[in-house]
T-cell receptor
Framework: QKEVEQNSGPLSVPEGAIASLNCTYS??????FFWYRQYSGKSPELIMF????GDKEDGRFTAQLNKASQYVSLLIRDSQPSDSATYLC???????????FGDGTTLTVKP | GAVVSQHPSWVICKSGTSVKIECRSL??????MFWYRQFPKQSLMLMAT?????????EQGVEKDKFLINHASLTLSTLTVTSAHPEDSSFYIC???????????FGPGTRLTVL
């Protein structure tokens, strides 16, 4: 079992829909959770991070964390074709700079 | 804030030569930097963790004598690919973590092609 698991996709949604990206992790000592977006041929860029159970919203993005279920998700509202990318989930133990990355979910938003 | 640069953005070299890639944190001090490699359509692969002023920690299977890492200051880490071969052709990406933080900020990457 991988430490951080994501559905590889591809996940395809129509423009304007909500895209839901999921991530599960195995280490119960994990404390920090990150979502990165990576366009083809580019390096990852940070979208948002979440530390506490519940929802965290930033513009069209909402991260959801459930530590009891060891589950973190990213919702993208009003999806745009420019959101088409691979989304990486990353998890850190407490006070650790080193992240464990999932393999990513590829999202395609169709006009 | 939290900008990381890499230089060069791309490099083409002949087999057997060495290539140095620089990673700089531009607006923060990075106590830790990470070096990744990514082949087309594959996942990020962590190569090594670099802490300022100390030796890098390499992941299993990464040859430390081939991939030399130096983190001489709080804003600069370098990766030198020694005696590069075509199989070393890849996308090399660095990331940096600021003092007291745990969020990685990635550089734009360096595309290495070895002929």
């Amino acid at each position: 079992q991988k430490e951080v698991e994501q559905n590889s996709g591809p996940l395809s949604v129509p423009e304007g829909a909500i895209a839901s990206l999921n991530c599960t992790y195995s280490d119960r000592g994990s404390q920090s959770f990150f979502w990165y977006r990576q366009y083809s041929g580019k390096s990852p860029e940070l979208i948002m991070f979440i530390y506490s159970n519940g929802d965290k919203e930033d513009g069209r993005f909402t991260a959801q964390l459930n530590k009891a279920s060891q589950y973190v998700s990213l919702l993208i509202r009003d999806s745009q074709p420019s959101d088409s990318a691979t989304y990486l989930c990353a998890v850190n133990r407490a006070n650790a700079g080193k992240s464990t990355f999932g393999d990513g979910t590829t999202l395609t938003v169709k006009p | 804030g939290a900008v990381v640069s890499q230089h060069p953005s791309w490099v083409i070299c002949k087999s057997g030569t060495s290539v140095k890639i620089e990673c700089r944190s531009l607006d923060f001090q990075a106590t830790t930097m990470f070096w990744y490699r990514q082949f087309p359509k594959q996942s990020l692969m962590l190569m090594a963790t670099s802490n300022e002023g100390s030796k890098a920690t390499y992941e299993q299977g990464v040859e430390k004598d081939k991939f030399l890492i130096n983190h001489a200051s709080l804003t600069l880490s370098t990766l030198t690919v020694t005696s590069a071969h075509p199989e070393d052709s890849s996308f090399y990406i660095c990331s940096a973590v600021g003092s007291g933080g745990n969020t990685q900020y990635f550089g734009p990457g360096t595309r290495l092609t070895v002929l």
